[in-house]
Every structure is written in structure tokens, then in C-alpha cells.
Nanobody
Framework: QVQLVESGGGLVQAGGSLRLSCAAS????????MGWYRRVPGKQRELVAS???????NYQKSVKGRFTISRDNAKKTVTLQMNSLKPEDTAFYYCNAQIKENIFRRPTDYWGQGTQVTVSS
């Protein structure tokens, strides 16, 4: 059984930094894309940043230059370094990964349990 376990998050003042980490475990043959999403109550979940298995990154426009996504393929982890945080970054953040459990199966979307990030003004 595949699991994504997140750590990090919390409360920080505007201008501060936080680091989110996510580790995948279980029956994993390979991991394609990994990423971070966030959701604010009353709004749709949105992509914050993603990274392919080759290390190609993609960022939401509002976080470019402030957030950095990285991954360690050997450790099956993905990290989101968030700098210069703003109150509008306050949200529940989710880790996502497209995982193949064996060579015969298609990649499946897996999600972490989520972690709250709150930025005070």
C-alpha cells in the first residue's frame, strides 16, 4: 500500500519561510511527477508547484521566485521550500505523486493527508 506522508507547515509571519516535505513509501515501482497543491476554504484546489522525474519544474505564477520544489528520487521525497511568505499563501497544502506500483500498472495519483500553512500579516 502506497502512502505519502507530509511534514512541515505551521504558523509563520509574513516574509518568513517554511519547508514542506513529503515522503512516499510502500509498494512503489516508479514515481513520475510529484507536486504540491493547496486549497483555501471556498476555493478549488490549485497547483502550487510540480516536478518531473527528470527534474523539470513548473510553478504557479504567484509563487515563482519565492518557492522552490525539489525531489530526491532515491529517497522518494519531494520538498517545497517557501520563502517570502505572504498572507495569501495561507492554505492547506497537499503532496501529490503519480506512482506506478509495478511494471504492469499505469501511474496512479496519490495524495498526502495535507498540512496547514498559515501566514500572519
Amino acid at each position: 500500500q502506497v502512502q505519502l506522508v507530509e511534514s512541515g507547515g505551521g504558523l509563520v509571519q509574513a516574509g518568513g519561510s517554511l519547508r514542506l516535505s513529503c515522503a512516499a513509501s510502500g509498494m512503489i515501482f516508479s514515481i513520475n511527477g510529484m507536486g504540491w497543491y493547496r486549497r483555501v476554504p471556498g476555493k478549488q484546489r490549485e497547483l502550487v508547484a510540480s516536478i518531473t522525474s527528470e527534474g523539470i519544474t513548473n510553478y504557479q505564477k504567484s509563487v515563482k521566485g519565492r518557492f522552490t520544489i525539489s525531489r530526491d528520487n532515491a529517497k522518494k521525497t519531494v520538498t517545497l521550500q517557501m520563502n517570502s511568505l505572504k498572507p495569501e499563501d495561507t492554505a492547506f497544502y497537499y503532496c501529490n505523486a503519480q506512482i506506478k506500483e509495478n511494471i504492469f500498472r499505469r501511474p496512479t495519483d496519490y495524495w498526502g493527508q495535507g498540512t496547514q500553512v498559515t501566514v500572519s500579516s
